[in-house]
């Protein structure tokens, strides 16, 4: 058996092996001086800090990373073995510090020390992408989460049926509480086609809003589908997620402005005859914003064309203030019915026209929608709006008095006069409602009450106390 092989190296072929087994080369007395260093890669040797001979090693690293070299020195002098570690060298870079980890061995013969660096700084920046996307995938799943969290929370709050159909076998996933009520569905709604749940009328127009919403990529919409189950009307809304992630139905009851699109042909019939009517129709919601007008509202409102007020308040056209119309609601709320309500209405031009106006109020199933026909006084010669009624007498007298009076005292009696008619029109138009009346005219309730006193007005008789300075409110129309 042959012994040990004694190889021999010289100190050329040693510093090449050094050189090519570590990226930094350092060889240090006792004290810890470097005294050689070597950087095997020149980019790294560019970012670190020049003049590391003659300086202490310790000092070439940064301030927490000294008590870690101090006991990689000691543990090299103490043990047979080479330490190892990790520090971080200042750079002159943008970057701040650089990795690199140290094999640290004694040199035979000698108080000095040989330390093999390999650089860190790519593993490191590897590491901190790794910690990075594991993050943002943490986040991303949060996000998903909270996502479907509230996408539950509200299909489950949505009074409108809700589901999840598969794109494969069209069986519903899953269904919010309302569509298990509407639709009928047992309690493994998984086993329901969806389409079977329509009527045989609809099923090909159902079926045609999937294609588009699976070819599209967007929401489709279809009218006036209807289900096996009741006789009502609905809105179906397909969003597709996906071709192999599935569908969402989505179906709403039509809203009150939606519900003169449909399809029987008597109240197609009935549309075209209220649309091309001489008097102006208007339909809005409890809230008073427009639903639906006919073309005689546009002519009337000056309007460019047809629809263009839908969606807008009615008041913007509508009322000499913008409470009119609430006083209209208000009534209709109350008997069901408004007949011949004088008011005017507003071109975009500004120029009023005196109108009256009649209203009847009906349920839609989500509130009140209210229907208002309007129609212009203008033409009416020698006849006062209805609810205005002028006491003839009044005006002969104040005929009388011209010429006995100053024109002054003429004007101020004409003024009590007219103020007291518009006080009784509008206490006539608010049912009596007497807060109303006092907003319509623009006047406090106080100086209202002020004034019905005054005039003897509502039940309140004229109460000569009143003083002077209060009747003579800042409300009160002065002669000039």
């Known amino acids: 058996m042959r012994g040990p092989i004694e190889v021999t190296i010289d100190l050329s072929s040693a510093g090449a092996l050094l050189r090519a087994a570590a990226d930094i080369v350092l060889l240090l007395d006792g004290d810890g001086i470097v005294l050689d260093v070597v950087v095997n890669d020149a980019k790294l040797a560019r970012t670190m800090q020049p003049e590391w001979i003659g300086r202490p090693w310790l000092e070439t690293v940064t301030e927490e990373s000294r008590p870690r070299l101090r006991e990689l020195l000691e543990e090299a002098a103490r043990e047979s073995k080479p330490a190892e570690g990790e520090v971080n060298h200042p750079v002159v870079t943008d970057r701040a510090v650089r990795l690199v980890r140290y094999c640290v061995t004694s040199v035979a013969g000698s108080e000095g020390y040989l330390a093999l660096g390999r650089d860190l700084d790519e593993f490191a920046e590897l590491q901190q992408r790794l910690l990075a996307a594991q993050e943002e995938a943490a986040l991303g799943y949060q996000r998903a989460r909270h996502a479907e969290v509230r996408f539950r929370l509200l299909c489950e709050q949505t009074p409108d049926p809700v589901l999840v159909v598969d794109l494969a076998t069209q069986r519903v996933i899953e269904a919010n509480p309302a569509a298990h009520e509407e639709l009928g569905l047992e309690h493994a709604p998984t ?24 070819v599209s990529g967007h929401a489709t919409s279809a009218e006036g589908v209807r289900l096996k189950v009741n006789e009502r009307s609905w809105q179906l809304t397909v969003v597709t997620l996906g071709r192999d992630s599935g569908a969402v139905f989505m179906l709403r009851r039509p809203h009150a402005s939606a519900a003169y699109d449909a399809r029987d042909p008597d109240l197609e019939r009935l549309r075209a005859l209220v649309m091309r009517g001489p008097d102006a129709v208007v339909v809005t919601d409890s809230a008073g914003q427009v639903l639906w007008h006919n073309s005689a509202f546009s002519e009337l409102a000056g309007l460019e064309g047809d629809g263009q007020a839908i969606g807008a308040p009615l008041s913007a056209w509508l009322g000499r ?7 209209l609601i208000a009534n209709l709320r109350q008997r069901g019915v408004v007949r011949l309500f004088a008011a005017t209405i507003a071109t975009r031009q500004g120029m009023p026209t005196d109108v009256e106006v009649s209203g009847v109020a009906l349920p839609d199933g989500r509130g009140l929608c209210c229907g208002f ?99 003579a409110g800042p409300d009160t129309v002065s002669p000039t």
């Open 191 to 214: 086993r329901v086609r969806v389409l079977s749940r329509f009527r045989k009328s609809d099923v090909a127009r159902v079926r045609e809003v999937l294609r588009q919403a699976l």
């Open 373 to 471: 026909v309007i129609r212009s006084v203008v033409r009416r010669t020698g006849e006062a709006p209805a609810g205005f009624p002028i006491g003839k007498r009044s005006l002969d007298q104040l005929v009388e008095l011209v010429g006995t009076l100053p024109l002054k005292e003429v004007v101020r009696e004409s003024t009590e006069v007219i103020e007291r008619l518009g006080i009784e029109a509008a206490l006539r138009l608010t049912g009596d409602n007497r807060a109303a009346a006092a907003e319509m005219l623009g006047l406090s309730r106080q100086s209202l009450y002020v004034k019905l006193r005054r005039y003897g007005i509502g039940g309140l008789g004229d109460d000569r106390s009143v003083s002077q300075a209060e009747t």
């Open 321 to 327: 203030r913008s409470s009119d119309v609430q006083v």
